[in-house]
């Protein structure tokens, strides 16, 4: 088991910088975008966390090649031995039933595990079934696993009751592969599900209304390879401006896209922190002495986000007044409030909102990580709390976060990992 262990304090401001990974919630369907073509994909700027090795390892089980070196992912799938992604993985990471819309597309067939119960919500995946039922395929559930079948899919106009990042990407894979025209509706407009689209479209995918909410895709008969960059991970460099602002630090962030982060700039900016972007690809981030509280709604983007809703919380913990934060998207994440009630914030949670009152003296102590943004908000409140804070749990935050404690060390804070 593997804790990461703070010394903090109300002034240790993080200075210096830190460059921003790829983005971990773009690069896992571009995994599974190498299963709709028998040609190489390399992908650039690759985030070295352990959501890319597990997604390396199911397409690995499904039958393709991979190597990844230097941030550079080459994956190939010239033919497949399975078309089966098994429990084991899919509990691991709900991302794996991306390989779903892919392999019935060029297979005709997949199947996948339900991934049942997950930390933050029960996180349903009814949309992606309905969508790959409208483009024809035969859906039946068995014995906890998903299994659809079409000898070729049809294009179909489909509307996303909700909006849905993983179905967006999962029928927009589908629907390329599919014959005839497909019109999806209420599309997800995440930067990564344009990251996608831009890459489907440099294998020879026909996709119009990227990054809008009505997307046409017209069915091509195969797809090729390509070389695509994986755009910068808007979550993790939130997080870190949050770090800057939370510490009353002056930090600067390298190799981001500020234009991915137009909510998380205008929410720090309004609790008092400076934002500026001195150069492309660059955002300084000033913390001032005084939080100002903010209300925060957690909404699909450009709204702001859900994975930066826990880091957000640890902020407003040290504002000078009451904050309310409203999560829409997931049920059950607030489950960090726990942990940092135990290092002495006040908040209270009534169902959908999270009363935070500041600000709060945090003192360290041992808590435990439930989910991969959870435990950034915890490492964040470690950072100021006084004296230790033991963060135990550690895999959530490896699972999307590139060497984190080395990054935050050069920042400048007192942070390490413990191997027992
Ligand atoms: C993705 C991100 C995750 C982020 C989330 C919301 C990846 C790998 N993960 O997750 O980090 O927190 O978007 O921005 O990109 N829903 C249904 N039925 C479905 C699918 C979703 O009801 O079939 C609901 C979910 O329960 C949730 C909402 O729709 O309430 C949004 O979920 P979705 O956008 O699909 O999230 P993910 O793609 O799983």
Sequence with gaps: MEKIRIRGGPDLPLRGSVRVS?????????IAAALLTENK??????????????????LGELGAEGDLRENVLEMQV??????????DLVKVMRASILVLGPLVARFGKAIVALPGGCAIGSRPIDLHMTGLHKLGASITLEHGYIKAEAPRLQGAD??????????TENIVMAASLARGETILRNCAREPEVQNLCELLVKMGAK?????????????????????????????????YMVAGALTRGDIILDRVRPDHLVTTIEKLRYCGARIETPETGKIRVVGSAEIHPEDITTSPYPGFPTDMQAQ????????????????????RRFQHVNELLRLGASIEVSGDKAIVRGPSRLSGAEVIASDLRASA????????????????EVEHIDRGYEAIEAKLRQLGARIERIKE
């Design 22 to 30: 790829g983005s971990k919630n773009a690069v896992l369907p571009a």
């Design 41 to 58: 994909i390399r992908l650039e700027n690759v985030p070295l966390v352990r959501d890319v090795y597990s997604m390396m390892t199911l």
């Design 78 to 87: 010239p033919r497949i031995h399975r078309e089966e992604a098994s429990y």
């Design 158 to 167: 489909i509307h996303f009751e909700k909006n849905t990042v993983g179905g």
């Design 207 to 239: 996709i119009d209304g990227i990054g809008e909410e009505t997307m046409r895709v017209t069915g091509v008969d195969s797809l090729g390879g390509a070389v695509h960059e994986i755009i910068p991970d808007r979550i993790e460099a939130g997080t």
């Design 312 to 331: 957000f919380m640890v902020l407003l913990t040290q504002a000078s007044g009451t904050s309310i934060i409203t999560e829409t998207i997931f049920d």
């Design 377 to 392: 908000g915890l490492l964040l409140a470690g950072l100021i709390a006084g004296g230790e804070t033991v963060v135990n």
